[in-house]
């Protein structure tokens, strides 16, 4: 999504802050203003010693802003269960950021937290065991964060590695990013890198053993992420999404120098039928083999071809980390 995009759709949603901004109308959602507004199970569970401030209602949970003795304030988030709301999360102090207070809005089931009137954003998503996590953000350039590393939707470059201290209830606001330097700076590349070549054309072998002699497992695009498990000299033992053999180094780009390498997977969709219907991803290029999980279309998740197998298959890789086989007759080029 490009940066004026995200940045056109934050300015649809509600902007408020502790400093008293005035509430404006965004779509959909529901405010509470006041204590009297909020739904009974939330205001039974709220801490005495706080004061309120704003909430609002997204599909299924509600968020409020709560204001400490000291003049900080904590993020509430109760989510709806059969019996009423049930606090999910409660975020550390929010620290003023570069000098500006904190402000939320919903979408969906996304918060954001915002800064100077709604032209720095940090975006955070409830993940399947319930913690709410930085996903994305907009701070001079738009960025998503996955189970992969960190993505820069404007360039299209990604940092692989493990970004860390991205929950809700940990994080320091005060650190956020507020530059292209920082926001790289969030990735712990170590152990990380990708497939290089000066030709896109070009991919190289993923090996069952350290030489040119080993069988090849499947040659992968320039771009593709690899999980350095050994260095052994000439060689790296990796993992690709879970599939491990061996690469050779040269091929190889490590830490910063990924941003530099350019992704060069084919360009496919899933077909109308696959999209709707799902198709299984598997362990191996085997339909014999273990079903990893299902692939849809239009779920919201880039999706990767990697490496092309027995002209069969694929070696797909999402952004939730799920990786493993695709049958190829389930992809064709698109319209152009």
């Given at each position: ?169 940990t994080l320091d606001t005060a650190k956020l990013p507020a530059s292209i330097e920082d926001a790289f700076a969030l990735v712990n590349t170590d152990g990380w890198a990708v497939v290089k070549s000066d030709v896109s054309t070009d991919r190289l072998h993923l090996r069952t053993g350290p030489s040119t002699n080993a069988e090849s497992i499947g ?118």
């Amino acid at each position: 999504m490009k940066k004026a995009k995200l940045l056109a759709m934050i300015l649809v949603l509600y902007v408020t802050s502790i400093a008293g901004w005035p509430a404006q109308a965004w779509e959909a959602e529901e405010w509470y203003y006041t204590l009297a507004d909020l739904p009974v199970s939330i205001l039974t569970a709220l801490p005495e010693q706080m004061t309120y401030s704003i909430g609002i209602r997204g599909e299924d949970t509600v968020s409020l802003m709560l204001n400490e003795r000291d003049g900080s304030c904590r993020i509430y988030i109760f989510r709806k269960e059969e019996n009423g709301y049930q606090l999910e999360c409660k975020s550390a102090s929010l620290a003023d950021w570069y000098g500006f207070k904190a402000g939320i809005g919903f979408s969906g089931n996304m918060l954001h937290l915002i800064y100077d009137g709604g032209g720095v954003y940090f975006d955070f998503e409830r993940t399947h065991i319930g913690i709410w996590v930085l996903r994305s953000f907009f701070a001079g350039d738009s960025f998503s964060i996955n189970s992969l590393g960190l993505h820069r939707f404007n360039t299209g470059q990604h940092l692989y590695g493990i970004v860390s201290n991205t929950n809700l209830a940990t994080l320091d606001t005060a650190k956020l990013p507020a530059s292209i330097e920082d926001a790289f700076a969030l990735v712990n590349t170590d152990g990380w890198a990708v497939v290089k070549s000066d030709v896109s054309t070009d991919r190289l072998h993923l090996r069952t053993g350290p030489s040119t002699n080993a069988e090849s497992i499947g040659r992968y695009y320039s771009g593709t992420p690899v999980h350095i498990l050994e260095d052994q000299g000439e060689w790296a033992k990796v993992s690709i999404g879970g599939i491990q053999g061996y690469m050779m180094k040269k091929y190889l780009a490590y830490g910063k120098d990924m941003l530099n390498v350019a992704q060069c997977f084919p360009s496919k969709f899933l077909t109308e039928e696959a999209s709707e219907k799902g198709v299984s991803v598997y362990a191996g290029p085997d339909t014999n083999s273990t079903s990893l999980g299902t692939l849809y279309g239009g779920s919201g998740l880039a999706q990767y071809i990697l490496a092309n197998v027995d002209d069969d298959w694929y070696h797909v890789l999402c952004d939730d980390g799920l990786s493993g086989y695709v049958e190829t007759f389930h992809f064709w080029e698109g319209l152009g």
